[in-house]
């Protein structure tokens, strides 16, 4: 109980050092944004509000603009359920990628970052202007 609560404690402590350092957006032109937007529809982040591996996620999901969904999964929450039944485990952050009729469950933080890095990071934007021919 006493570790529950500590956890709990420097989760809450962590949040708060979170929003005083908060990252700025990175600044898109609209037409950019909204291709972001759309692409990211299809993304859900299953979290806990206090995780700190989820508050290291979602501090790149905000450095990135990307506005994902998160859905708490505390306990009695129906997305923990969810969670369990489709990623096969209660583990957070995961980041469910709907694309083609197929779920793709993607655990761990690190690998959930570099993926939104390489996917909406500055590489990527270059890398999209070469294709578009700008």
């Keep these: 109980m006493i570790i529950k609560l500590l ?3 420097l989760g809450r402590l962590i949040v708060f050092i979170d929003w005083l350092t908060r990252p ?3 600044q898109r032109l609209p037409q950019q944004q909204r291709l972001v937007e759309e692409q ?10 206090a995780c700190p591996f989820c508050i ?3 501090r790149v999901m905000r450095r990135l603009n990307l506005p994902i969904e998160t859905r708490n ?3 009695g929450s129906p997305w923990r359920d969810e969670l369990e039944q489709g990623g096969g485990r209660i583990q957070v ?6 694309s083609d009729g197929q779920d793709v469950w993607m655990y761990e933080s690190s690998d959930i970052i570099r993926f939104l890095e390489q996917r909406f990071g500055d590489g990527a ?3 999209q202007a070469n294709r578009d021919g700008g």
């Design 93 to 98: 952050p995961c980041l469910r990628i709907e």
């Design 7 to 9: 956890r709990e404690g």
């Design 73 to 75: 999964v505390h306990t």
């Design 56 to 58: 290291k996620t979602r």
């Design 24 to 26: 700025k957006p990175v």
């Design 125 to 127: 934007e270059a890398a």
């Design 40 to 49: 990211v529809s299809h993304m859900k982040l299953y979290q806990l509000y």
